[in-house]
């Protein structure tokens, strides 16, 4: 003990150390006087403009019927029916149910086919967090598993992220995506996201890195991602008054072409393809209403509409003026709440819990 002691003590006088140790602290005390936040992660680096203003993920067309029963409001306990006819990519019927703690997220899909989704996530603690997604379907070849790793600290977001990872073949196949996002000031973060991904064991690995940026203003925030197959995206958002707000997203690839002017090795040229979408969100009393519209010519919006506390009204339209063509849909969304648990969820309204880690 006395020798460990004594090596030990040794070290910690080691001039080195004690360099390394001195910057080490000097760096953290730096790094502390800037006051920096989150970032946010890679994956959401255009979030404002892509999943808050537009309405792509909103959007479908046909007929649609949703009824949510509630059970609980702590913990989160709730099942689902889901109705739909003439969408294109939902099924006839659907049935989900969904539990959530401070630490646990449980949420479980199985459609009229026989298709079954599940997520279960779990908060080891305030920083880390493990989400996995599996997916079923009727026939052979047809599962998927995912599992995210997402580390989220003072200043800078990690993630981990295997997609159909397996060991079975005798080496190692799926697809890996590992990203870092870090803040450099308080309104610039720059960051990296690398993919390594092999089918099978006779097919090389592929491997793909791009680059990212992000930065945020009073009332705006512009990202930009490149990466090294001739890809890149921009997009710029802006918070015009406290209802509404609006953004833009640019999408521009050059991937190599054979011939055409300008030339190339071997006499290709550069293809240039790109597409820009531009869009508003405004944010009524009960109601949202989306916008967009994109270089395609695609015409596009959507309105939620809160009729009654637990029935919701959604209409979805699109045109595409170029191939003349016309989409609409509308659903309905009714919560089948007790009193009892409108009671509850009123007494816990203004209590800042935790979320579920969704």
């Known amino acids: 003990m006395e020798e460990k002691t004594t090596s030990l003590a040794f070290l910690n006088e080691s001039a080195l150390v004690t360099v390394l140790r001195d910057t080490y602290l000097s760096f953290s005390r730096r790094r502390e006087s800037l006051n920096l936040t989150n970032p946010g992660t890679v994956e959401n680096i255009a979030r404002e403009v892509q999943k808050d203003v537009f309405l792509t993920n909103y959007m479908f067309t046909g007929l649609r019927a949703d009824l949510t029963k509630p059970f609980s409001a702590v913990p989160i306990f709730q099942v689902s029916h889901a109705f739909s006819m003439g969408s294109q990519g939902l099924p006839p019927y659907t049935f989900a149910a969904l539990y959530g703690t401070p630490k646990v997220f449980l949420q479980g899909n199985i459609d009229n086919d026989g298709q079954l989704s599940a997520r279960a996530n779990y ?27 997402d580390f989220t600290g003072k200043d ?108 190339g090795l071997m006499g290709g040229g550069m293809r240039k393809e790109g597409t820009t ?56 969304s009714i919560e089948a709440a007790s009193e009892d648990l409108m009671e509850q969820q009123e007494k816990t309204g203004g209590v800042s819990a935790t979320p579920p880690p969704f």
């Open 156 to 263: 800078f977001s990690a993630s981990l992220k295997s997609l159909n990872p397996s060991v079975l073949e005798g080496g190692l196949t799926g697809i890996f995506i590992a990203s870092y996002l870090q803040s450099l000031t308080p309104s610039l973060a720059v960051g990296l996201e690398a993919i390594w991904q092999r089918a099978a064991l006779n097919a090389g690995p592929e491997t793909v890195l791009s680059y990212c940026a992000k930065y945020k203003g009073v009332d705006w925030i512009a990202s930009a991602q490149m990466q090294p197959q001739g890809a890149f995206s921009t997009s710029y958002w802006r918070k015009l008054t406290e209802k509404v707000e609006a953004g833009v997203d640019l999408n521009l690839q050059f991937p190599p072409g054979m011939g055409g002017r300008g030339g």
């Open 123 to 149: 908060r080891w603690n305030n920083a880390f967090v493990t989400k996995t997604n599996a997916q079923i379907s009727p026939g052979q070849g047809q599962a998927m598993v995912q599992v995210d790793n």
């Open 277 to 332: 979408t531009l869009g508003a969100k405004y944010d009524f009393r009960s109601s949202t209403f989306r916008a967009q519209i994109d270089s395609s010519g695609r015409l596009s919006c959507l309105l939620e509409k809160r009729v009654l506390p637990p029935v919701q009204v959604i209409f979805a339209g699109e045109m595409d003026h170029f191939k003349q063509q016309a989409k609409i849909g509308l659903a309905v």
